[in-house]
């Protein structure tokens, strides 16, 4: 498995405003993702984050709205821009460990509130 | 519809029961079936995984995958209270790549004493 942190673990914006989300991982992965949940939906896909390419969006995310940062095999960053009540949500990174493709592991999400 | 179904629940049982969650699908594509485990304020904790049709065991739980019905099971044998948790299937379609979960939306259960 992975030790995944994120930074901050919860946080209270502004209408307007933008969040930028910290994830790291305690290893070396290809594959990050970012996921959002929102109370009785499911986890959703936001976008695939490689190293060393751009950011792939699900249909329904855009590159403006959430712009993702992927510097390094052990490091991402997801910022959501212009922030509207509707954006709040559990934000969550995960990691597709090298070699074992169909097992994700997550980091323990960052709680977001928009007033 | 959507492409993952899962009762939301919640689900509650005395100590010791036997739980059996449940996910249904849409996607005749999806090989690997996988359960996660989250507490509450936690991110989700993979529980099991497997891969096309078929049963996998892991101490008290099991995970049933039946491709024919597209239905997949995790039954949970002599419940406890630290099982309390929201459980979530989840499918990928891919099989090299691995990445895309489609995810279900959580059962709750809570194990009471």
């Known amino acids: 498995s992975a030790v995944i942190s994120q930074k901050p673990s919860r946080d209270i914006c502004q209408r307007g405003t933008s969040l930028t989300i910290q994830c790291q991982v305690d290893s070396q992965v290809t594959m990050m993702f970012w996921y959002r949940q929102q109370p009785g939906q499911s986890l959703t896909l936001i976008a695939t984050?490689?190293?060393?390419?751009?950011?792939?969006?699900e249909s329904g995310f855009v590159i403006d709205k959430f712009p993702i940062s992927r510097p390094n095999l052990t490091f991402s960053t997801l910022t959501v821009s212009n922030m509207s009540p509707e954006d709040s949500s559990i934000y969550l990174c995960?990691?597709?460990?090298?070699?074992?493709?169909?097992?994700?592991?997550f980091g323990p999400g960052t709680r977001l509130t928009v007033t | 519809q959507k492409e993952v179904e899962q009762d939301p629940g919640p689900l509650s049982v005395p100590e010791g029961a036997i739980v059996s969650l449940n996910c249904t699908y849409s996607n005749s594509a999806f090989q690997y079936f996988m359960w996660y485990r989250q507490y509450s304020r936690k991110g989700p904790e993979l529980l099991m995984y497997?891969?096309?049709?078929g049963n996998k065991e892991d101490g008290r739980f099991t995970a049933q995958v039946d491709k024919s019905s597209k239905y997949i099971s995790l039954f949970i044998r002599d419940s406890q209270p630290s099982d309390s948790a929201t459980y979530l299937c989840?499918?990928?379609?891919?099989?090299?790549?691995?990445?895309?979960?489609?995810f279900g939306t959580g059962t709750q259960l809570k194990v009471e004493l």
């Open positions: 497997t891969y096309s049709s």
């Open positions: 989840a499918m990928s379609a891919i099989g090299g790549g691995g990445n895309k979960l489609t």
């Open positions: 984050a490689n190293q060393g390419s751009e950011a792939t969006y």
């Open positions: 995960s990691v597709l460990l090298s070699g074992r493709s169909y097992e994700q592991y």
